[in-house]
Nanobody
Framework: QVQLLESGGGLVQPGGSLRLSCVAF????????MDWFRQIPGDAREWIAS???????SNGAPMKGRCTNSRDIAENTLYLQMNNLTPEDAAKYYC????????????????WGQGTQVTVSS
């Protein structure tokens, strides 16, 4: 079973930047997509960004235009570069693998990391 470990969170001032990393321990099929989500206690998880198996990227509304996600397949690492952070971006950020529909049908399940906390405050 793949395990995901996020890092790079911490305290940043408003307007600052952070780069989050998500290292996968174990082999992730090249057909998997990977996503970033965030969550504030008591709220539902929000989709932040995705990178598909073919490399296409997309961003969700909360950080559209302020984040860039990328994937280093050789290093089994996913990155999320976040810029111009505001206090509303404070949350726990999670990475997530998303198997292909064929793999879901074959019984594979998605995997979540434990999350990394981001705090935005002056």
């Amino acid at each position: 079973q793949v395990q995901l470990l996020e890092s790079g969170g911490g305290l940043v001032q408003p307007g600052g930047s952070l780069r989050l990393s998500c290292v996968a321990f174990g082999s992730i099929p090249s057909t998997d997509a990977m996503d970033w989500f965030r969550q504030i206690p008591g709220d539902a998880r929000e989709w932040i960004a995705s990178i598909e198996a073919d490399g296409r990227t997309s961003n969700g509304a909360p950080m559209k235009g302020r984040c860039t996600n990328s994937r280093d397949i050789a290093e089994n690492t996913l990155y999320l570069q976040m810029n111009n952070l505001t206090p509303e971006d404070a949350a726990k950020y999670y990475c997530h693998t998303r198997p292909s529909m064929a793999d879901y049908g074959a019984g594979r399940t998605s995997v979540w990391g434990q999350g990394t906390q981001v705090t935005v405050s002056s």
